[in-house]
C-alpha cells in the first residue's frame, strides 16, 4: 500500500515568516494530494488540495507544489499569523486505500 | 449546505462492549469513509460505503464493520472493545463519484471513543 512520510513533525517560526511542510509518497500511481489543519479539538479541514496534472496551485498564502517524478509535495505558508497555529496533515489518493495520510505537523507560530 | 454530522461526541465504554457511531454526510454525497486517529498511529482508513455497500476496506480486524443506509447516513460498529481501541473516530464525505479517494473529503467532527 500507500506509504506517506511527512517532515517535520514540529515547525517553530516567527509570525510573519514563511512555513515549509513536505512529504514523499511511494505509489507513483497516487494523482491526488490534498492538505488538511487541525486545530485542537476540531475536525480537519481541506485548505488546499492538488491533482497529478498541475505543478503548483496557490491560494492566497497558501501554495502547494508537486513533483511527481520525485514523489514529494509541498505545504508553502507565507506571512505566518497566530491562526495559523494548527496541526497540518498532508495526504495522498487515488487507490483503493481511502486517503493515506503523513503523521502531521505542529505549527507553532512565535509572535 | 450543512456540514458532516457524527453522533455522540463522546462515548465511554468498557473492554468487550460493542459501541455503535453515527455519521451524517453532506446532503447530496453518496461516499462515506471512516477513519481512525491516534496519537501514535494517526489518521488510517477503516472502510468506504458507497450507495449501501462497501466499496473499499482498509486493514482492520473484522471487529470493525459498518454500513450504509439508503439516505447515505453511515453507522460504523465496533464489537468486543480492546483498550486500543480508544480513538477518535472520524468519518468524510464526498461526492464518491471518481472511486479511488480523489474526491474532495470533507470531515465530521468525531466521535472520541474511550475505553476502559
Known amino acids: 500500500g500507500e506509504n506517506v512520510e511527512q517532515h517535520p513533525s514540529t515547525l517553530s517560526v516567527q509570525e510573519g515568516d514563511s512555513a515549509v511542510i513536505k512529504c514523499t509518497y511511494s505509489?507513483?500511481?497516487?494523482?491526488?494530494f490534498p492538505w488538511y489543519k487541525q486545530e485542537l479539538g476540531k475536525r480537519p479541514q481541506l485548505i488546499i488540495d492538488?491533482?497529478?496534472?498541475?505543478g503548483e496551485k496557490k491560494d492566497q498564502r497558501i501554495a502547494v507544489t508537486l513533483n511527481k517524478t520525485a514523489k514529494h509535495f509541498s505545504l508553502h505558508i507565507t506571512e505566518t499569523q497566530p491562526e495559523d497555529s494548527a496541526v497540518y496533515f498532508c495526504?495522498?489518493?487515488?487507490?483503493?486505500?481511502?486517503?493515506?495520510f503523513g503523521k502531521g505537523t505542529h505549527l507553532i507560530i512565535q509572535p | 449546505k450543512a456540514g458532516v454530522t457524527q453522533t455522540p461526541r463522546y462515548l465511554i465504554k468498557t473492554r468487550g462492549q460493542q459501541v455503535t457511531l453515527s455519521c451524517s454526510p453532506i446532503?447530496?454525497?453518496?461516499?462515506v469513509s471512516w477513519y481512525q486517529q491516534t496519537p501514535g498511529q494517526g489518521l488510517q482508513f477503516l472502510f468506504e460505503y458507497f450507495s449501501e455497500t462497501q466499496r473499499n476496506k482498509g486493514n482492520f480486524p473484522g471487529r470493525f464493520s459498518g454500513r450504509q443506509f439508503s439516505n447515505s447516513r453511515s453507522e460504523m460498529n465496533v464489537s468486543t472493545l480492546e483498550l486500543g481501541d480508544s480513538a477518535l473516530y472520524l468519518c468524510?464525505?464526498?461526492?464518491?463519484?471518481?472511486?479511488?479517494?480523489?474526491?474532495?473529503?470533507?470531515f465530521g467532527p468525531g466521535t472520541r471513543l474511550t475505553v476502559l
Open positions: 446532503s447530496g454525497h453518496r461516499s
Open positions: 492538488i491533482r497529478s496534472n498541475v
Open positions: 505509489d507513483s500511481a497516487s494523482n491526488y
Open positions: 495526504a495522498v489518493g487515488g487507490g483503493a486505500d481511502g486517503l493515506t
Open positions: 468524510a464525505s464526498s461526492p464518491g463519484t471518481s472511486g479511488d479517494f480523489t474526491d474532495t473529503q470533507y
